[in-house]
């Protein structure tokens, strides 16, 4: 027999809905369990995610994920590319956090080259990770805020998502899907009014932040949807390997950017939000507290952000300035020889983990010497939180399902990849 | 910056468990605050814009549809038909047949002009790649957004269609707007 055989027989013997039999064996032939096929389309699924959901009643008995709808092969496609192709690739995973996407393929690349960053670009992208952060938190909380039936909250959060898009617009040229960091820098500094624009912004956000707070943090209809809803401890969270505002809800203070600085974070002061229960509540309570941490840091970026390149001027990576292509025939040379083929990788492999909005974002980058990666692979956050999902509202209501599920903050653009 | 964080970079967020007297007086004296608070955004005015009608200035390093240049005084096509561009393409969409000037006929200022020259839209991701390779900024991306279309071999733009001045449909943003 085959291995594919095998393999087919042993896919096919996973059954999709295993405890049906289980619970009506204890003597309640009376009571009936369903089946419920939530998704692929659904709204409250935050994408494409088809949740297989065994019911009693309006209890959740058990759930089963099932992913794969939007699966791209960006991984694959990824191999194909030079590493500069790569980048806008790359930063199609997770839709929401693309400066996350890109900021951790290029530091896995810049790692593998020993290139040396420029303080001035690492501030800019910090400045762009922490706006991104409070964009994707933003989409987050309009959403899940939609969930639990708070209309004016979705319109609230993409009036200010759009503030934060704007900026994009203005310094990386589109509003999603930026490519603005590249291996080495970034590829363009801010242009002239950007830092105003951005000072207003964050002038603006916390007074935001404070409206949301009056609308939601102490209302008693979202009190009774998420305290004490759906909990799980530290322990049991890490078991599972989830990460990011979750398990800081539960009372770890993990992050990243605090336990292993990356491009200058140890330059900011800034505060991590941590929960005590791990509830549902706690989980919407750290991501806001975030938001506002991540204006402090982008205050702290203008206010500290150093003269000097861009990117770095090591011409086997970076691309010479535009202004020398007419005059230098070596900066023609060089730029001819970077975006035909690419610069060369020295070999190796490297894992280069950083906090994305949704927790710990790694990538994964093996260089068999030549100017395409041999393997990329993204450890992103919201596949491995997913799997927390039922165990977390296992004996749960539907109801709650929903509310955990939104506070997850899954991307089933960075699940499926 | 050390690990673990002192209890002073820790923000410990809490809330009250629902239900209670908390709970009752929350019913209302929570709900009237937020009650207040979307009142009083009605002051804030209107957010949205009435699109198609009105549209969003873009922003000069916005990446719209893309544009081929001519020089201004001679007429000649920037473009040298090196390939640059669909080298840098990370989605593959450009194609670039080259071919040679010739005194009688001379299309662009170099040695060889672009015979054909087509970009898909339909596979284009709007990187700017393009406009980043090409060493003699004849291609750049311009300010046009609107570019949907009701068949997908429409959105095979030719060399002509780049090559002309395109339709003043999404406004640039003016200076400190």
């Not at chain 1, 790569?86 to 839709?95: F, K, L, N």
């Not at chain 2, 300010?143 to 959105?155: A, G, I, N, P, T």
């Amino acid at each position: 027999m085959s291995s594919i055989s095998e393999y087919r027989a042993q896919e096919e013997s996973i059954t999709m809905a295993p405890l049906g039999e289980q619970i009506a064996e204890q003597g309640e032939e009376d009571r009936e369990l369903m089946t419920l096929n939530i998704g692929p389309h659904h709204p409250a699924t935050h994408g494409v995610l088809r949740l297989l959901v065994t019911l009693d009643g309006e209890v959740v008995r058990d759930l089963k994920p099932i992913i794969g709808y939007v699966h791209t092969g960006i991984e694959k496609t990824a191999e194909d590319k030079s590493y500069w192709k790569a980048i806008p690739v790359v930063e199609r995973m997770d839709y929401l956090a693309y400066y996350f996407n890109a900021f951790a393929f290029c530091g896995a690349t810049e790692t593998l080259l020993g290139v040396e960053v420029p303080k001035r670009a690492q501030y800019l992208r910090v400045l762009h990770l922490e706006l991104n952060r409070i964009m994707s938190h933003l989409v987050w909380l309009g959403t899940s805020a939609l969930d639990l039936g708070a209309m004016s909250m979705f319109w609230y959060c993409f009036r200010e998502r759009e503030a934060v898009l704007d900026l994009f617009e203005m310094s990386s040229g589109q509003r999603m899907h930026t490519r603005y960091i590249q291996v080495g820098g970034v590829i363009e500094d801010i242009p002239a009014g950007f830092e105003e624009r951005v000072r207003a912004f964050c002038a603006q956000m916390p007074t935001r932040v404070d409206q949301y707070n009056d609308l939601l943090d102490r209302n008693e209809i979202v009190l009774r949807r998420l305290r004490h809803v759906c909990p799980m401890g530290a322990d049991e969270l890490l078991a599972l390997g989830v990460t990011g505002p979750l398990l800081r809800a539960a009372g770890n203070p993990w992050d990243l950017r605090k336990a292993m600085p990356y491009s200058s974070y140890e330059d900011f002061d800034f505060a991590i939000p941590v929960g005590t229960e791990g509830d549902n509540y706690d989980r919407f309570a750290v991501r806001l507290a975030e938001i506002k941490e991540s204006v402090k840091i982008v205050e702290q970026c203008l206010d500290g952000l150093p003269e000097g390149p861009y990117i770095t001027d090591d011409r086997k990576v970076a691309l010479p300035p535009r202004h020398e292509l007419a005059t230098s025939m070596e900066a023609l040379i060089h730029h001819f020889k970077l975006v035909t083929e690419g610069f060369r990788v020295p070999p190796g492999e490297v894992y280069y983990p950083i906090e994305s909005p949704r927790g710990e974002l790694g990538c994964f980058v093996r260089s068999d010497g030549s100017s395409k990666p041999a393997r990329v692979h993204m450890r992103d956050p919201s596949f491995v939180n997913l799997q927390a999902t039922a165990p977390m509202t296992k004996d749960a209501y539907l109801a709650d399902l929903i509310a955990t599920l939104a506070m997850l903050d899954p991307v089933l653009g960075g699940i499926d990849r | 910056m050390a690990w673990p964080p002192t209890p002073q970079e820790l923000i410990t967020v809490s809330a009250p468990s629902p239900g209670g007297a908390g709970g009752a007086y929350r019913a209302f004296g929570e709900t009237l605050r937020g009650l207040k608070t979307t009142m009083a955004r009605v002051f804030e005015g209107i957010h949205t814009i009435q699109y198609p009608e009105e549209k969003v200035p873009v922003y000069p390093r916005f990446r719209g549809r893309h544009r081929l240049h001519r020089f201004e005084d001679t007429g000649l096509e920037k473009c040298v038909g090196c390939s640059l561009c669909a080298a840098a393409c990370p989605a593959d969409c450009i194609r670039v047949v080259a071919a040679e000037n010739t005194p009688e006929h001379r299309i662009s200022a170099g040695e060889r002009y672009a015979a054909v020259y087509e970009i898909n839209l339909s596979r284009c991701i709007f990187c700017g790649y393009c406009e980043v390779a090409c060493p003699f900024d004849a291609i750049t991306m311009g300010q046009d957004y609107e570019m949907s279309d009701y068949s997908r071999s429409d959105l095979i733009f030719t060399k002509e269609m780049l090559l002309a001045e395109p339709l003043d449909r999404t406004p640039l943003r003016a200076e400190g707007e």
